[in-house]
């Protein structure tokens, strides 16, 4: 990919114009996705913080569900924060009755598993190669149990809990840097976007 690759983020609910800026200031474009037709357009995809059961809702309502689900298994570059790794789990933990995923990454993931609203915290961890990052946590999963083919990139300390993980072209955090100003989990993303 030679121009810079058009990332849509999915706006049905969650910091969509977080997500847009720390797109762009990692080189890349960023586009709301509402519709099908806007789905097809991008060359990668992220799905913002949140609340999973809300994006689940208005997914089905909106006629996205399946044809997400689809996109990504096709292999679409896609990354998740926090309600969004939720959204990329197989299976999780902690949802409410008859919640769905899109699913993609082999991993348990537990809903507010770091607590309640009040809870939220922020911490320092090391993030994949890009060094140390400044991690939000609102109201947060944690990563539960992990498939064979997923990579584990980051652990929430003290406690050593999983909080990013990738599996192929599927990138997931419990934590959202989109909301600390530093694009360095973004640029992780868009470097992966150039591979595939
Ligand atoms: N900040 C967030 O995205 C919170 C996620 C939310 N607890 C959920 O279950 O979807």
Same mark, same amino acid.
């Given at each position: 990919?030679?121009?810079?690759?058009?990332?849509?983020?999915?706006?049905?609910?969650?910091?969509?114009?977080?997500?847009?800026?720390?797109?762009?200031? =990692? +080189?890349?474009?960023?586009? /709301?996705? %509402?519709?099908?037709?806007?789905? &097809?357009?991008?060359?990668? #995809?992220?799905?913002?913080?949140?609340?999973?059961?809300?994006?689940?809702?208005?997914?089905?309502?909106?006629?996205?569900?399946?044809?997400?689900?689809?996109?990504?298994?096709?292999?679409?570059?896609?990354?998740?924060?926090? =309600? +969004?790794?939720?959204?990329? /789990?197989? %299976?999780?933990?902690?949802?409410? &009755?008859?919640?769905?995923? #899109?699913?993609?990454?082999?991993?348990?993931?537990?809903?507010?598993?770091?607590?309640?609203?009040?809870?939220?915290?922020?911490?320092?961890?090391?993030?994949?190669?890009?060094?140390?990052?400044?991690?939000?946590?609102?109201? =947060?999963?944690?990563?539960?149990?992990?498939?064979?083919?997923?990579?584990?990139?980051?652990?929430?300390?003290?406690?050593?809990?999983?909080?990013?993980?990738?599996?192929?072209?599927?990138?997931?955090?419990?934590?959202?840097?989109?909301?600390?100003?530093?694009?360095?989990?973004?640029?992780?993303?868009?470097?992966?976007?150039?591979?595939?």
């Amino acid at each position: 990919m030679t121009t810079a690759p058009l990332i849509g983020v999915l706006a049905l609910q969650g910091d969509v114009r977080e997500h847009a800026r720390a797109i762009e200031a =990692a +080189g890349a474009r960023a586009m /709301a996705v %509402r519709r099908r037709s806007e789905l &097809d357009a991008v060359d990668a #995809l992220v799905l913002p913080g949140g609340e999973s059961t809300t994006m689940w809702k208005l997914a089905t309502a909106f006629d996205l569900l399946e044809p997400l689900r689809l996109r990504i298994k096709d292999g679409l570059p896609t990354y998740g924060s926090c =309600a +969004g790794m939720i959204m990329l /789990a197989d %299976r999780i933990e902690g949802g409410v &009755d008859g919640q769905e995923t #899109l699913g993609g990454i082999d991993m348990v993931v537990r809903r507010n598993a770091f607590g309640r609203q009040v809870d939220s915290f922020e911490a320092d961890l090391d993030f994949a190669a890009k060094g140390r990052v400044r991690a939000v946590f609102i109201r =947060a999963p944690w990563v539960e149990s992990i498939g064979p083919d997923v990579e584990v990139l980051g652990r929430a300390e003290p406690g050593g809990r999983i909080v990013a993980v990738r599996q192929g072209p599927l990138l997931a955090t419990s934590f959202h840097p989109e909301l600390t100003g530093d694009a360095r989990v973004h640029s992780y993303f868009v470097e992966m976007v150039r591979e595939f």
